[in-house]
């Protein structure tokens, strides 16, 4: 039996103009929803638009079967400074945020010495004075951890 060339033409034929006829629709459908009923969908979305919620975990003790303490979760935090951080150093020059940090240094180091209370005033200044001449990306700014 010979194969007919036209059948099998006519049926890519029909095919090709299904596929095109469902593209046709899909991109129909996209610029529908993008332009014509684009507003609605907009305003649903800041409609229900979750805002980020800090959500603590729980923390807790596990106890033994007879009441005794066998773990305890303390959380634990370590404290860095970036000096390389976007807007404080550019192009390996400082920029205005050595400003910013020179007006808020002592604040920052009175802070830091009645908060973390390892070091004196003096002493975390001298310390960020150390981490900013290094350049640092992860200046370790209290060996305590709190």
């Known amino acids: ?12 034929g029909i095919v090709i103009i299904f ?6 629709l899909i991109v129909y459908k996209i610029i529908n929803i993008m332009f014509v009923e684009g507003q609605k969908w907009r305003n649903l979305g800041e409609k229900n638009k979750i805002e980020n919620i800090q959500i603590e975990p729980t923390r807790g003790n596990i106890y033994a079967a007879d009441g005794r303490l ?3 979760s303390i959380p ?3 404290l860095y400074l970036d000096f390389k951080a ?3 150093m550019g192009t390996n020059k400082r920029v ?5 940090l020179d007006k808020y240094m002592s604040g920052l180091c009175k802070t830091l010495s009645e908060i973390i209370g390892d070091k004196s005033q003096e ?9 900013l001449s290094k350049e640092s990306r ?5 060996a305590k951890k709190s």
């Open 1 to 12: 039996m010979p194969i007919d060339r036209n059948s099998i033409l006519n049926r890519y």
């Open 19 to 24: 596929i095109v006829c469902i593209l046709g």
């Open 70 to 72: 066998m773990a305890s």
């Open 76 to 78: 634990q935090y370590e």
């Open 86 to 88: 976007d807007g404080y």
């Open 96 to 100: 205005s945020s050595q400003d910013s």
């Open 123 to 131: 002493e975390y200044r001298r310390h960020i004075r150390k981490g």
């Open 138 to 142: 992860q200046f370790k700014i209290s």
